[in-house]
T-cell receptor, first 111, second 114 residues
Framework: KQEVTQIPAALSVPEGENLVLNCSFT??????LQWFRQDPGKGLTSLLL?????REQTSGRLNASLDKSSGRSTLYIAASQPGDSATYLC??????????FGKGTHLIIQP | DVKVTQSSRYLVKRTGEKVFLECVQD?????MFWYRQDPGLGLRLIYF???????EKGDIPEGYSVSREKKERFSLILESASTNQTSMYLC?????????????FGPGTRLTVT
C-alpha cells in the first residue's frame, strides 16, 4: 500500500526566500504526482501535475521535480510572498483510481 | 475552468440521521471521487466512480454509500450518521481522456454530527 510522507510538517520563513518542500513515496509504480495548495477551511487547488514519464513541471514561481527511482518529489517556491502561506499537499495516483496524500506542509511566509 | 461544486459548505446533523452530500462537476469528467479530511490523518479516499452507476470502494468505505445516476453528479450518503463521521468532505473529478488524470477538487463540506 502506497505511503506518502511530507517533510517538514511546518515551515516558517521570511518573505523573499527560496524554499523547498519535500515529498517521498514508498511505491514507485505511480501514474502521476500532483501538488496542491489548501487555504484554511477551503478545498484543494491543483498547482502542478507531473506524469510518471516526466522529470519536472514549472508554473510561474513554482517548480516541481519527480524522481521515481528514489521515490521523491520536491516543490521549489522562488521568491516567497506572504500570499504563499498555506498548506501544501502532495499526492500520488494510479491513473483512474483515487490519490494517496501526504499529510502536508504548513507554510507561513513572514512579511 | 473546471468547476466542482458541493451542495453545502457547512452542515450540522444529528446522530442517526440519513445525510446526503452532493457533488456536481461541469466538465464532463468520467471519474469522480469522495475523500474525507481529518486533522492528523490527512485526506483519505472513501469511494470513487469511473462511470454512471459504477462505484468502487476506497480506503475507508465503511458507514458510507454512493450514488451516480448522472455523469455530472456524485452523491455521498451516510445511512445513519455517527459522531465519528464529523469531518471535512471533499469531492473531486478527473478526465479519462489524454490519460493525465489530474484531479480537481470542490470547496468541501464541513459536516458536524452531534
Amino acid at each position: 500500500k502506497q505511503e506518502v510522507t511530507q517533510i517538514p510538517a511546518a515551515l516558517s520563513v521570511p518573505e523573499g526566500e527560496n524554499l523547498v518542500l519535500n515529498c517521498s513515496f514508498t511505491d514507485s509504480a505511480i501514474y502521476n504526482l500532483q501538488w496542491f495548495r489548501q487555504d484554511p477551511g477551503k478545498g484543494l487547488t491543483s498547482l502542478l501535475l507531473i506524469q510518471s514519464s516526466q522529470r519536472e513541471q514549472t508554473s510561474g514561481r513554482l517548480n516541481a521535480s519527480l524522481d521515481k527511482s528514489s521515490g521523491r518529489s520536491t516543490l521549489y517556491i522562488a521568491a516567497s510572498q506572504p500570499g504563499d502561506s498555506a498548506t501544501y499537499l502532495c499526492a500520488t495516483g494510479g491513473g483512474a483510481d483515487g490519490l494517496t496524500f501526504g499529510k502536508g506542509t504548513h507554510l507561513i511566509i513572514q512579511p | 475552468d473546471v468547476k466542482v461544486t458541493q451542495s453545502s459548505r457547512y452542515l450540522v446533523k444529528r446522530t442517526g440521521e440519513k445525510v446526503f452530500l452532493e457533488c456536481v462537476q461541469d466538465m464532463d469528467h468520467e471519474n469522480m471521487f469522495w475523500y474525507r479530511q481529518d486533522p492528523g490523518l490527512g485526506l483519505r479516499l472513501i469511494y470513487f466512480s469511473y462511470d454512471v452507476k459504477m462505484k468502487e470502494k476506497g480506503d475507508i468505505p465503511e458507514g458510507y454509500s454512493v450514488s451516480r445516476e448522472k455523469k455530472e453528479r456524485f452523491s455521498l450518503i451516510l445511512e445513519s450518521a455517527s459522531t465519528n463521521q464529523t469531518s471535512m468532505y471533499l469531492c473531486a473529478s478527473s478526465y479519462l481522456g489524454l490519460a493525465v488524470y489530474e484531479q480537481y477538487f470542490g470547496p468541501g463540506t464541513r459536516l458536524t454530527v452531534t
